[in-house]
Structures are given as C-alpha cells and as structure tokens.
C-alpha cells in the first residue's frame, strides 16, 4: 500500500499560518474527550474493588484481582504494535472512531458481568479496542502540530488522560452510594463514548497529503526493522517502559493502598489516591509541555532535560510513599510524582518525533506500549502476589526509586536530531 507519508514539522502546505494552527488545536479539542474516557473506563475499576469484589463471584485473592488488572495491559499491549502500524498506513481518524465506539460497548458490558471469568474477558476485550486508540491519536497530533507547539499539544492532550482518572477516582463514592452502584458507573460511561463516536466520526479530519511529501510503503518487517535498529529508539523504549511500572501500581493499588494503611473509606481512599496526583499530573503535562517548547528554541535536547527533570521528582515521591506515615505526606508525595509524570508523559511521543520518520511514529509508539504495559501488567500482578505474602511497601517502593534514577540515566543517552531531520 502506498503511504501519504506527512512532513515531520507541517501538517500542510499552509500549517505555520492562523487556519492551519485552529484546525490543529480543533483536533486536540476533538481528542481530549476521547482521552477522558479512555481512562476513565479504567480507573473505575480500581477505585470501585471493595464493590466489584463482593458483587462478583468468584473473585476471591488479591492476586485474582492483579490478573484481572493484568489481561487488560497483557492484551492492550499485544495489540498495540498492530493498531500502531495500522494507524500508519491507514485512516487515523476511522481508527480513532472505531476504537472509541468499540471500547464504549464493551465498558457497558462491564457492568453486566456475573463473575469473575466474564470480568477478565470484558477486561481483555477493553484491551483489543483500546490499544488502537493512543498511538493513533498522538500521531495525528504530532502530524498536525509542528515542532514549535508539539508538546504543548501533546500535553494538553495528555490533561484529558488525567481528568479521566480524577473522574474515575470518585468512582468509589457512585459505587457505596444505594441509587446507583459500580454497574450503573460502567453502563453510563459506556454510553457516552458510544454517543461521542457519532459527532466525532463528522469533525475529526486527517492530516492533508503534503504536496512534495514521497509516498511509502513499508511492510510490517521493514517498520519493525527500522525502529529496533535505531539505537535512540531502543533507549527511549526503555526509558518509556521502567518509570511506567511503579506508575501503573500507583494508579491501579494506592486507592487499596491508602485505604488499608490509614483504615479510610473506599470512598475517600479512592479520591486520596487519584485526585491529588492527577491535579498535579495536569499542572506538570502543560508546564512540562511549555518549557520543553521555549527550551528546544536554544537546545535540541530540549525535551530530553525536561523529562529527565520530571523523573528526578520520582526519587524522593517514591521513596517516601514506601511509608508516608500520615496521609497528608502522602498527599505531598502524590503531587510530587505527578508533577514528575507530566514532565515524562508529555514529551515521549514529542522525543519520538526527533528520532524517527513521520510514517513510523504510531508504529513505534504502538511498540513503546507493548513493552510498558506489558511490564505494567507484570507490576501489577507481582505487586499483589508480593502483598499476599507480606512483602513491606517500604521495600517494594524502593525499588521502585531506584529504577527511576536509572530511567535519568537511559534518557540522558539519547541523541535525537533536530526535528525535521530524524535518523530512522
């Protein structure tokens, strides 16, 4: 098939003026609902266990509910370099669409589960219909966004991720509350996305063909061969994927976390968990993403240092939600992390972009996914099977900050180009 293969910088002929910047800040507008519900429809699930785990049978041990974690990141995982590589040959904007709409139905047929073989099937079939969604969707920014406000757009986008989860943290409370319950929360949400697809499918457009941009065709061999022989992609793979474990334990086990430490309510725990470091998480993707743009102004490196800046704030959060002791410290450690998570989740597609061709950034991206997660969906699991046999968090978030100050090291190694002139 032949490729519409988009500049690195333009999304068109007339990208740097007034019209091409609205129509690329629309696409951001048009994502971010989408990015809302895309976590939203997972986080419920970790906010609302005390609920699902007494109304579901079968589901017995904290390890049943790391695996249930588990196949949602396994599958999403699996799929992602598939709905990556799709995503560059084909329609981005139908693949969006499409992921939506299919992930809605499956988050309403969450709330109808009757035990726990049904939960891990709905869970594993939110991973086929979500792993196609954020390689594409980062991609189509970055192709409309030219370099100058890339992480910026990138960040922004990033917001919608966050709220999703804020939203989905006072998820515990729909869940004690009589009227409505944890199905009721997965049916409603379910709903929406199938609603959104309908307008979204109209609005959203793909980038236009550049008028001197080279058609190509690259085979899944050739794609996959160009990344793993990049060797600035394999470091940014890696520095993707370690911080990315200690994260996803955060997001899916600190609402279970706080609430057996400091005996608080579901509730409560849940909005603890995810409302203080996803508030700061939003503050550190646009601030991140701002200074990441003035910075590349003077230096090419510029994203680099502010991720790297952004992942020296995981030491100390790390370090100290091994035993904050009170739940105030907590809450500081929490803020801390998601500051440093901003910086570090608002440039990775923007560092990708420095470092490899147009037509294979949701490729890689959809690579970059298959190796996170499935070492998140690992954390997972392993992080209950430690807490079954008594391991201290102490210990457990240790290592966790110790990963993180190599993750400062393996960004720091990677040379990119300047963007409009990546090497892969």
Not at 20 to 32: D, F, H
Not at 77 to 91: C, E, V
Not at 280 to 294: Q, Y
Not at 348 to 369: H, S
């Amino acid at each position: 098939m032949s490729l519409p293969q988009p500049q690195t910088d333009l999304s068109g002929p007339h990208a740097g003026s007034r019209p091409g910047l609205s129509r690329a800040w629309l696409i951001v507008s048009l994502l971010w609902p989408v990015a809302l519900l895309n976590y939203l429809d997972r986080q419920m699930l970790a906010t609302m266990k005390t609920s699902m785990v007494t109304d579901i049978a079968g589901l017995t041990s904290e390890a049943q509910w790391g695996f249930v974690l588990g196949s949602f990141k396994w599958v999403y995982a699996g799929l992602s370099p598939i709905g990556g590589y799709i995503a560059d040959r084909f329609s981005r904007k139908r693949i969006i669409v499409v992921s939506l709409f299919a992930w809605s139905v499956v988050t309403w047929l969450t709330g109808h589960v009757q035990n726990y073989e049904q939960l891990v099937w709905t869970r594993a079939l939110m991973g086929i219909s979500e792993a196609f969604y954020i390689p594409a969707a980062l991609a189509l920014i970055a192709d409309f966004h030219p370099g100058p406000t890339r992480s910026r757009a990138v960040g922004v986008h990033q917001t919608g991720i966050y709220v999703g989860v804020i939203l989905g943290g006072y998820a515990g409370y729909v869940a004690d509350a009589p009227a409505f319950g944890w199905r009721w929360a997965f049916s409603l949400a379910g709903l929406v996305g199938v609603v959104y697809a309908l307008p979204l499918f109209f609005l959203l457009r793909d980038p236009p063909r550049s008028p001197d941009a080279v058609p190509q065709s690259l085979s899944p061999v050739r794609a996959v061969g160009a990344l793993l022989t990049n060797r600035n992609y394999l470091l940014l793979v890696i520095y993707f994927t370690l911080p990315a474990i200690a994260g996803w334990v955060i997001r899916d086990w600190m609402p279970v976390i706080l609430k057996n430490q400091f005996h608080l309510s579901q509730g409560r725990a849940g909005v603890i968990a995810v409302l203080y470091v996803q508030l700061a998480t939003i503050v550190g993707a646009v601030l991140g993403g701002w200074l990441a743009d003035r910075w590349m102004r003077r230096q090419m490196r510029g994203r680099i240092y502010v991720s790297a800046l952004g992942m020296l704030l995981f030491l100390p959060a790390l370090f100290g939600l091994g035993n904050p002791g009170t739940v105030a410290l907590a809450a500081t450690f929490l803020v801390l992390f998601g500051i440093g998570w901003g910086f570090f989740d608002g440039n990775n597609m923007p560092i990708l972009c420095q470092i490899t061709r147009p037509e294979l950034r949701a490729t890689g991206y959809g690579i970059m996914n298959l190796v996170s997660i499935s070492c998140g969906g690992l954390g997972d699991w392993g992080f209950g099977a430690l807490q079954d046999h008594g391991v201290p968090l102490t210990l457990i978030f240790g290592g966790f900050t110790g990963v993180a100050l190599l993750s400062v090291i393996v960004v720091l190694l990677i040379r990119p180009e300047r963007e409009g002139q990546p090497t892969a």
